[in-house]
């Protein structure tokens, strides 16, 4: 018998919520620390006007903000589907270590969310993507990285 993770199911519940409010696709994902859910959300691009809220980057927003920090290496997500580009980005970032979903990006591009587009484009040098990229005043924004050069402490 397949048991179906709570923790994984909670995502799913909130991916139905989202289908079912209007507020945005469906989608939905937990963070979880020792056993309990510190993150929750469900895409909410619709509601927020907002393309990057997608319910992995709110829930990671939920539980980076409810613990304190940026980096959550303790926790887990969980995600009713395989993440996007985007989140699949934060999810590095933030140092999650372990994700678990459910739908595929192969089910979830059968309804229209695809992101074949943009896996594709990353692994493209910069002048060969559909968006183009121009730098501009290098030297000026160097500073900044200077800056932040000097006053870092070596460890102890």
């Known amino acids: 018998m397949n048991t179906l993770n709570p923790f994984l199911q909670r995502a799913i519940d909130l991916s139905i919520e989202a289908s079912t409010s209007g507020q945005g696709f469906p ?4 963070v979880v620390r020792d056993d309990k859910i510190v993150g929750e959300g469900y895409n909410q691009v619709i509601a927020r006007v907002d ?18 920090t940026y980096e959550l290496a303790d926790c887990v997500l969980y995600t009713s589907c395989e993440p996007c580009p985007m989140c699949l980005g934060a999810i590095y970032w933030a140092k999650i270590p372990k ?9 979830a591009a059968a309804l229209g969310f695809e992101d074949a587009l943009i896996y594709d484009e990353i692994s493209l040098p910069i002048k060969q993507r559909q968006v183009e990229m121009v730098q501009l005043n290098r030297e000026a924004a160097m500073q900044a990285f200077e800056l932040w050069e000097q006053k870092k402490q070596p460890e102890e």
């Open 99 to 107: 994700v678990y979903y459910a739908n595929t990006r192969h089910d």
């Open 51 to 68: 393309p990057s809220a997608h319910a992995e980057i709110v829930a990671i927003r939920a539980a980076c903000t409810r613990l304190g």
């Open 27 to 30: 989608f939905g994902a937990v």
